[in-house]
């Protein structure tokens, strides 16, 4: 199985999480989460990574999303993974938003590892624009 996992500061991947089950549908196999929350230690952190991978063998693949690239919940995940010896089958990504998330969730048992890793990387650096107004001369009805 390909699972995805989001850990973030506070309840930023509990909060991605949700809006990504409000989109995609609730129940997505796979899919867990894990906060580093306000007032938690790096270790209490790790042990509840640890229980939400527990399932997880040698046989699976990690997409593992982190809010910041170097950041203490993607650390820590990265160095659980790696006593586990589950880290050669995981890609990291930090940095994760809503549609690169959502779009590996839909995707990640319909494409093989490198063209899903091509297409969430495509989708990330398409998700950041600048909105801008167009002046189409029409009122609004």
Known sequence: M????LVSHGEFAAGLYNAVSMLAGKGR???????LEDGMSTDEFGEK????????TNEDEIILFGDIIGGSPLTTAVNILAGKELLSKTL???GMNLPTVLT????????GKEELKKTLFE???ESIKEFKLIDTG???I
Do not use: C
């Open 2 to 5: 390909r699972y995805v996992i």
């Open 29 to 35: 196999e796979g899919v867990k989460f894990q906060g």
């Open 49 to 56: 990574f640890e229980t939400v991978i527990e399932n997880i």
């Open 92 to 94: 990291v990504v930090g």
């Open 104 to 111: 590996t969730i839909l995707m990640k048992d319909s494409m």
């Open 123 to 125: 989708t990330a650096g």
């Open 138 to 140: 029409e009122e609004d």
